[in-house]
C-alpha cells in the first residue's frame, strides 16, 4: 500500500526568489512552503522571472515536494464600504491568480474579508463577485481557498456556514476550496482539541471535506471562541501538541498540505517541523 506523503512546510519570505524559497524549505526539512505575493499589507508585486520558475518546478520534482501555497494580501477586503478598497481588492487578487497560474502546483489562499458592521448578506455576494471577476481569466488553473477565520471583529469566514455560502457564488466551483487555520477554528469556537472528529463531520456536512484543500498550523494564545487570532508555537500554546498528533494524522487530513505561520525565525520552524515530523504516523 503507498504510503501518504506528509507535506509540511512554514511561511517564507518571497524577496530572493522562488528558487531560494525552495532550497531553504529543504534545509529545513520541509517539503513545501507559504509566501506572500506582494507586502502583505498591500503594494506592487515583483514581476515573475522565467528562469527562477524554471529552477523552482525542477527542484520542486527533484526533492518530492507537495503542493506550495500563495497567501493574498492582508489589505485586499472585497467587502469594504469603500469603493477604492474593493476595487485594489479586484485587481490584486486577479493579478495573484494570473501570476499564480505560472507557478507549478500553487495553490491560492486569502482571508475572506470584514463586512464592517454592513452585514454578511450584504459582504458575501461582494467577496463572490470579487472572486468570480478574479477568476474569469483564460488559462486559469489555480485553485482558490478561503480561510477560516478567527470572528475578530466584522471579519467574514469564522463559520462553515459563511464559507459555504460564499462557494455557493462562486462560478468556477471546482477551482474553489477552504485553507483550515487551527488558530482561527479554535478560536472561532470549533473544539478541534476535545472534539475533532466532531468539527470535521460539521465540516462535512455544511462545505464538504472534498472542498479541505490545505491547512495552517498554528497553536493558539487564547481560549477556545476568544475571536483574537494570536498564533503561538507548536505545543506552547491551547491547543497543545497532542491534538497536532491527532490533526496531521487525522485520515480527513493527513494527505494535505500543512503550513506553519506560528511566531517563529527559520531555527524556530525547522525545530517545529523536526517535531511535527516525529509525530507523523505510518499508516
Given amino acids: 500500500m503507498e504510503v501518504a506523503m506528509f507535506t509540511i512546510g512554514c511561511h517564507l ?20 512552503f507559504q509566501f506572500f505575493p506582494r507586502n502583505p499589507r498591500g503594494g506592487a508585486a515583483k514581476p515573475l ?22 497567501h493574498g494580501a492582508y489589505t ?10 474593493r476595487e485594489f481588492a479586484r485587481t490584486a487578487i486577479r493579478e495573484d491568480l494570473a501570476k499564480v497560474s505560472l507557478l507549478p502546483r500553487c495553490l491560492y489562499n486569502f482571508h475572506p474579508g470584514a463586512h464592517l458592521k454592513q452585514g454578511t448578506a450584504v459582504a458575501i455576494p461582494l467577496i463572490a463577485d470579487m472572486v468570480n471577476y478574479a477568476m474569469d481569466q483564460e488559462g486559469l488553473n489555480t485553485t482558490v481557498l ?8 466584522t471579519e467574514v469566514g469564522r463559520t462553515f456556514e459563511e464559507l459555504a455560502e460564499i462557494i455557493s457564488r462562486v462560478e468556477r ?3 474553489v476550496g477552504v485553507c483550515l487555520d487551527t488558530c482561527h477554528v479554535y478560536d472561532g469556537g470549533y473544539d478541534i ?10 465540516f462535512d456536512q455544511i462545505v464538504g471535506l472534498e472542498k479541505l484543500k490545505a491547512v495552517h498550523l498554528n497553536d493558539d ?22 491534538a497536532f498528533a491527532r490533526i496531521i494524522n487525522h485520515p480527513a487530513m493527513r494527505e494535505l498540505p500543512f503550513f506553519l505561520e506560528t511566531p517563529n525565525e527559520l531555527p524556530g520552524y525547522k525545530k517545529e517541523i523536526a517535531l511535527l515530523r516525529s509525530l507523523r504516523q505510518e499508516e
Wanted: aromatic share 6%; charged share 30%.
Fill in 76 to 85: 485586499m477586503n472585497g467587502a469594504s464600504t469603500k469603493e477604492e478598497v
Fill in 13 to 32: 519570505s518571497v524577496t530572493k526568489g522562488f528558487y531560494h524559497m525552495a532550497r531553504t524549505a529543504t534545509e529545513l526539512g520541509a517539503n513545501t
Fill in 173 to 175: 466551483k471546482d477551482h
Fill in 221 to 242: 494564545k487564547n481560549p477556545l471562541g476568544s475571536h483574537k487570532d494570536r498564533h503561538e508555537k507548536i505545543g506552547e500554546g491551547t491547543i497543545g501538541t497532542e
Fill in 193 to 202: 482539541v476535545n472534539d475533532l472528529n466532531g468539527v470535521l463531520k460539521r
Fill in 49 to 70: 522571472a522565467k528562469e527562477d520558475i524554471r529552477q523552482l518546478e525542477e527542484w520542486m520534482d527533484t526533492h518530492g515536494f507537495g503542493e506550495i501555497l500563495c
Fill in 146 to 153: 478561503f480561510e477560516t477565520m478567527a470572528g475578530k471583529g
